[in-house]
């Protein structure tokens, strides 16, 4: 007897449904082929991923700069792997259309292979669309173990502000044919493992136009020109919340500024008694409230005989 297996409609629908116009990795790829710029920012909460893909970003990373522009550490070194979990599921609640990238922590990866996959997949298990770690030839072995378990990486070269300590600060990079050298290393190493893009920071626009001419898979900049395939700004930057944003940013609009007007309005206003006005709170229907009000009445009048 042969026994036929029939899907249900609804299924076959919804397990294909559920990608429709969501931004894989491969798009990415197919993007840079097709000479059309990729368009990154971070973000970190639920609004900040809607607004921004409200607006047609291709990329959310939730990167760990939110150890500065949330938590407000000093560097990115002290976020652990359960903060970028709390905001990947903020961000992922969202429900966005575009790629979202979790960026791996400070030792979330570099200790071991085993433990660059377990937390690499972690992230995917709870629906990032792929991970990001910062490094190059040292990390090599780590970036290609996690590949090999399905999980999408994106590499991150240049600047490692993970590595800020052994950089000796936030340093331009690329400006010695020695580091020009070893970036263009780093880039082939990990298009070799298979990363399927790779951000460029704070690096000279010469030595990241080579890399995107060399690499086939598409480079995503931040602080190193316009000859990448495509850019990535931080969300508090980019809408100037942060005042001090890094000296390669554009800020679009004074956010701190706008916001901080704002409260300074609302301060004002309360104190001045013209907030809430009628149309901010609810009213008794006004028989409700005459019934309510003389019972009230003989009510206090018996509590003060007691
Ligand atoms: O964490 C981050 O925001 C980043 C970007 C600077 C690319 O890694």
Known sequence: MTVKLIYPITLITSRFGILKGKILPHHFIKMKREGIKIVMI??????????????????????????????GYQSTLPVTLPQIVHHLKAVLNARPKALVVADMPFLS???????????????????????????GTEIIDKVEAMIKAGIPVMGHIGLNP??????????LRG???????????????????????????????????????????PTICIGSGPYCDGQVLVFHDLLGINPNPPPFAKVYVNGFELFKEAIKKYVSE?????????????????????????????????????
């Open 270 to 306: 309360v104190r001045q008694n013209v907030f809430p006005e009628e149309k901010h709170y609810y009213r008794m229907p006004k028989e409700e409230y005459n019934k309510f009000n003389a019972l009230l009445k003989e009510k206090l009048k018996r509590f003060k005989h007691s």
């Open 162 to 171: 993970q590595r800020y300590l052994q950089l000796g600060g936030y340093k």
């Open 42 to 71: 971070t973000a970190y909460t639920y609004y900040q991923a809607l607004i921004a893909d409200a607006a047609g970003v291709d990329g959310i990373l939730v990167g760990d700069s939110l150890g500065m522009v949330i938590m």
């Open 109 to 135: 990866y570099e200790v071991s292979r085993d433990e660059a996959v377990r937390n690499a997949g972690k992230l995917i298990k709870l629906g990032a669309d792929a991970v990001k770690v910062e490094g």
């Open 175 to 217: 400006k010695t044919v020695d580091d020009a050298l070893k970036i263009i290393e780093d880039a082939k190493a990990l298009e070799e493992v298979g990363v399927f893009s790779i951000v460029i920071e704070f690096t000279v626009a010469e030595v990241a136009k080579k890399v995107t001419e060399i690499v086939k898979i």
